[in-house]
């Protein structure tokens, strides 16, 4: 696969899928590990009792989500206007079991892998790293596609295990 074939795909996310990858998130980077029981069981109380309610409220509000990636960024296709996120705000990729989690400065995109094709993981990837400030040059290819202010992308919800990609196109 060309590494700079741009690609798309749509997602329609599940509650189970949504509050799985909260709690991979938060037990991987907020609870320390020597209060892990408790911190474990507070965070599951939380999540089974406020997820579900903002689970409905955004996907009502945002829909079924198309995106659209290449070397530059992606564009997210919801309910609301399309909202494009350059890799150079893409602050950190976090892999979870069935999904990533793009980092951003004041939200998260998932993604789920089971809306991926082989290789597309890996492209994502090295578009992200390709963008990091460090000690080689950043290539042209991460620069923003327009002038326009880049504004965050709030996360669409996210999938569950063992279903069949198929049934969220």
Same mark, same amino acid.
Do not use: D, K, N, W
């Given at each position: 696969m060309d590494p700079a074939t741009s690609f798309q795909f749509e997602v329609r996310y599940r509650p189970g899928e949504y509050l799985a990858l909260l709690?991979?998130?938060?037990?991987?980077?907020?609870m320390p590990a020597e209060r892990r029981w408790w911190n474990r069981l507070f965070v599951n109380l939380m999540l089974s009792t406020f997820v579900l309610g903002l689970f409905a409220w955004k996907s009502f509000r945002v829909g079924r989500c198309?995106? #659209?990636m290449d070397a530059h960024g992606f564009i997210r296709?919801?309910?609301g206007r399309p909202q494009a996120v350059s890799w150079t705000t893409v602050k950190k990729l976090h892999w979870y079991q069935?999904?990533?989690?793009? #980092?951003?400065? #004041?939200?998260?995109?998932p993604?789920?892998?089971r809306v991926l094709e082989p290789g597309q993981r890996e492209r994502i990837a090295a578009w992200v790293a390709d963008c990091r400030p460090g000690p080689?040059?950043?290539s042209a290819s991460c620069q923003?596609?327009?002038?326009?202010p880049?504004?965050?992308v709030s996360g669409c919800p996210d999938p569950v295990p063992g279903h069949d990609p198929a049934d969220n196109r």
């Open positions: 709690r991979a998130h938060i037990y991987s980077t907020a198309r995106f #659209e296709h919801s309910r069935h999904a990533m989690l793009m #980092e951003l400065s #004041e939200s998260g995109v993604i789920p892998y080689r040059p950043v923003p596609a327009s002038s326009e880049q504004r965050p």
